[in-house]
C-alpha cells in the first residue's frame, strides 16, 4: 500500500515549489472520510485514493490534481459533499472531483444510456478542466491493476470498456506510458489465452533479447561517439498487446514476429534527429514503407519523433525512435506536461486554450446534437481509435482525419453545408467515387449541389463522428416526417370506419390529450409512434371514443418476425410510453434478466428483444431501434447456451450435472463429442433466472477439475 509520504517525496522531488500543505489535508480528509471501508482485495479502501493520487504525482500534475485524486470517492462512497470540499479545499479541487466522481443522481433505462450519459459529462468536464480526464484515467489504471478480485464477467466487462474508451481518450492526450499500460492489463482479462502463451514466449526469450538490446545500444553509442552527437539511448521489447495487434494484422504466429524491439535515441534539437536518421540508415538498411516523420507532421496529440524500422544485427528488423528531449516529455507524459511550463505553474487548462484539443471541440459540437446512445457510443469509440491520415485542401491547407476517411468526411470537416451538399469529389484532380479511402498527402476537392442531401449509403463508409451524426439527424429528420404523415393516413383510414373526423380532431386539439395519456410530448410524436407501429391507430381512435361506446380493440393478426425468438408478456420487459405490444426475445442472443437489452420494432410483427451487443443489432435500421428494459416482476426461467471443453475423464458428464443440479439450472438441451487432441466439447442449452445466475454458474463449472474452458454461446459461435 502506497504511503502519504510516498507521495509527499515524489511531489517535492519533481516540483520542490509544490503546495504540500494542500496534498497532505486532502489525505487527512480522504483518511477520515474512508475509515472502516475495504475494498474486494481485502486492504483498506484508502489504498485506491493513494495509489491515485501517486500516479498522478508520477506524471508531474499539479497540487489541485494529486488533491482531487485523494478526494476522488469521497463524495460516492462517503458523507462527504461537493459543498463540503470547496468549502475546505477551494472551487478547483472541487470541480475537479465533481467531474471525476460517479455519482449520478439520473435513472437510465439501460447500462448504454448509462455510461452514454457518464461519458458526455466527462466530455464536459474535460472542456472545462483537462485534468478531470487526467484524474479518471489514474483512477482507471488502478482499478485494471486490481481487477483480479471481481468476478470473471465483470473483468471483461470493464476491460472492454477500459479499451473502447479510456485506452483511445489516454491517446489522445499524449498519455502513452497511461496508454500501453491500460492496453495490455484489458488484454489479460479479454484474451487471457493469448496473453498468457505471449507472456511465457517472452519469458522464454528474455534473456536472448535483453542481450540483443544491449548490444544494439553499444552500436548506436559509439556511431553517436564517433559523429561528436550527444544522445540518450533506450531500447526495450514492446508490450503484449503491441505484439498481439502486430500477429493480428500481419497474420502472424509468435515465431514469425520479428520486429518487437523498439530503440529510443533522444537528442538535443531537431538538426540532430535528421541527423542521427540519416547515420541508422547509413548503418542498417531500412524497410520499404516503415519511415514515418511525425516531426514535420505531428499527431493529432502532438507526439512528434522520427520511426524507421531497419535490418539491424543478425537480420531482425529492429523500430527505431527518433527524438528531441521536449518531444520525449511530451510523448511520456502527454497534455500533462503541460502544467510543467504552465506560467505560475497550474491552473485551468481548457479545451480551448490548447491547439491538441481540436478533436475534443468537435466531440463537444457532435455529442449534442447525437441524441441515440448507442450510436453517440458507437461514434465515440469509432472517433477515438482510428490512427490519422493528412490531407490538403485545393488551397493548400492540412486537414487532419481518421484512417480510411473518405471524401464525404472531408466535406463535413470542411462546413457542415459542404456536407449535406457534397455531390462528388476530386482527389489530386481526378473524380474518385464519394466511398474512395484517403490517404497522406492527398489533395481533396469537393463538388456540390444544391439540390443534394445526405444518403444513407454514406453511412457504409464515413469514418468521422461528425459525418455520422449530421447524416443520421438529416436520416431521422426525414423519417419521422414521413412516419408523422404515414401515422396520419393510418388515423384517417380508419377514422372513417369508426365515423371519426381525424382532421377535425387535428385542429380542434382534441389529440393533445390523446398524446398525454400515451406519455408523448407532442401531437406529432403521437402520429410518428403510429406510421413506426408502436402504437395501433385503434388504440388511439378509441380514446376518442365516449367510453360507453367505445369498441373493444380487435385482436390483430400477427405474422412471425423474420428473427424467430420465444413470445412473451410486457410484463418481462418494458418498453417506455408503450403497452399491449407483441414483445420477443431474439434466439441469436438470447437475452436474459439483468442484461443491457434493446428492442427493434417490425410494422406489425411487435417488438424484438436482443442484447445490445448482439452482432446483429448492427444490421438493423437504427431508427426502429428503441430503448427497453427488465421489468422484473415475471419468475420464469430464460434459456442460455454455455460451451465446455474438458479433459476426457470419466466422471465429467456426472460433475457438470450435479452441479447444474446445485444451482438449479435445468439443463433443456445437449449435444458431446469427443476431440483428436484428448478433450471433449459440450454445449448446452440450460435455462436460468438472470445473468448473475447465468455467469454464477460459468464460474463454478469453470472452477471443476478436468475444465478446460466455459463460455456463452451465441448463434454466431
Known sequence: MIRIQEILDKVTELRPDADV?????????????????????????????????????????????????????????????????????GEEVADVVDG???????????????????IRKMILAMAEDIRVLIVKLADRVHNMRTLDFQKTHKQKLISQETMDIYVPLANRLGLHRIKLELEDLSFRYLRPEVFN???????EN?????????????????MMGDNNIKAQIKGRIKYRYSIYRKMEQQNLTLDQVHDIIAFRVIVKDVRDCYAVLGLVHAMWKPVHGRFKDYISMPKANMYQSLHTTVMGPEGERIEIQIRTEEMDQMAEFGVASHWLYKEGGGGRLKARDVQQFTWLRELLDWQKMETDSKEFMRSLKFDLFKDEVYVFTPGGDVKELPEEAS??????????????KCSGAKVNGKLVPLSTPLKNGDTVEIITDQHRHPSRDWLRFVKTAKARTRINHF????????????????????????????QKALKE?????????????????????????????????????????????????VSQPEVRGEQTHANSVGIKGVDDVLVRFARCCTPVPGEAIVGFISRGRGVTVHTSDCPNVQNLEAERLISVYWDGTEDKPYPARIK?????IMGMMAKVSDLLMQEKVNLDAGMFHSMVDGMSEMEFTVEVRDVAHLYRTIDKLRALDGMVEVSRLSSSD
Not at 197 to 203: A, P, R
Not at 206 to 222: A, E, M, N
Not at 475 to 502: H, P, Y
Not at 644 to 648: A, L, P, R, V
Open 644 to 648: 465446455m471443453i474438458s479433459k476426457n
Open 407 to 420: 471524401p464525404v468526411d472531408f466535406a463535413y470537416m470542411i462546413h457542415t453545408q459542404v456536407g449535406d
Open 475 to 502: 436520416i431521422r429528420t426525414e423519417e419521422r416526417t414521413r412516419s408523422i404523415s404515414l401515422g396520419k393516413e393510418m388515423l384517417e383510414k380508419l377514422g372513417r370506419r369508426m365515423d371519426i373526423n381525424v
Open 100 to 118: 471525476v466522481t460517479k455519482i449520478s443522481l439520473m435513472t437510465f433505462e439501460s447500462k448504454e444510456a448509462a455510461q452514454a450519459e457518464n
Open 21 to 89: 500543505a494542500l496534498i497532505q489535508k486532502a489525505y487527512v480528509f480522504s483518511a477520515a472520510a474512508h475509515a472502516g471501508q475495504t475494498r474486494l482485495s481485502g486492504e483498506p479502501y484508502l489504498s485506491h485514493p493513494l495509489s491515485v493520487a501517486y500516479e498522478l504525482a508520477c506524471m508531474r500534475m499539479d497540487d489541485v490534481s494529486i488533491a482531487a485524486g485523494l478526494l476522488h470517492d469521497t463524495v460516492e462512497d462517503t458523507s462527504a459533499t461537493i459543498e463540503g470540499i470547496d468549502a475546505q479545499f
Open 197 to 203: 502463451s505471449i507472456t511465457e514466449w517472452l519469458e
Open 206 to 222: 528474455r534473456r536472448s533479447g535483453q542481450d540483443y538490446i544491449q548490444s544494439v545500444i553499444q552500436l548506436l553509442s559509439s
Open 509 to 557: 386539439g382534441a389529440f393533445e390529450a390523446v398524446a398525454e395519456e400515451f406519455n408523448l410530448k407532442e401531437v406529432d410524436e403521437l402520429l410518428s409512434h403510429v406510421g413506426y407501429a408502436r402504437l395501433t391507430p385503434r388504440k388511439v381512435l378509441q380514446r376518442l371514443q365516449p367510453k360507453e361506446i367505445s369498441e373493444p380493440e380487435e385482436k390483430e393478426t
